[in-house]
Nanobody, 125 residues
Framework: VQLQASGGGLVQAGGSLRLSCAASGSSFSSYNMGWFRQAPGKERDTVAA????????YYADSVKGRFTISRDNAKNTVYLQMNSLKPEDTAVYYC???????????????????WGQGTQVTVSS
């Protein structure tokens, strides 16, 4: 599967962005999906993850109440709505697909074998 992330950009603190990740192929509904981010000099961290059906969702503590992950299996797309953005949210954001894990993986190194190219999010203070 190929993943194409989009929607990043430059926004002022307090603003909003909506990231999209479009997947190719016909098996999107069989993948758990995740959003991850990596700031310069830091490790890649999990931001949010959503199960195949959308019934299980995880958020990192740092984004709870501000970010919302969702998916549209008919459109082969997963979204990340980001509100009340902070300068510390600045990073490259990646989407990834996990085709095998029975349960929702919360770690970028476990299960997520298909990765998008990343989209830059910059939040100015």
């Amino acid at each position: 599967v190929q993943l194409q992330a989009s929607g990043g950009g430059l926004v002022q603190a307090g603003g909003s962005l909506r990231l999209s990740c479009a997947a190719s192929g016909s098996s999107f509904s069989s993948y758990n999906m995740g959003w991850f981010r990596q700031a310069p000099g830091k490790e890649r961290d999990t931001v949010a993850a959503i199960s195949r059906s959308g019934g299980s969702i995880y958020y990192a503590d740092s984004v709870k109440g501000r970010f919302t992950i969702s998916r549209d299996n008919a459109k082969n797309t997963v979204y990340l709505q980001m509100n009340s953005l902070k300068p510390e949210d600045t990073a490259v954001y990646y989407c990834a697909a996990d085709p095998r894990s029975r349960y929702l993986s919360l770690a970028p190194s476990v299960g997520y074998v298909h990765w998008g190219q990343g989209t830059q999010v910059t939040v100015s203070s």
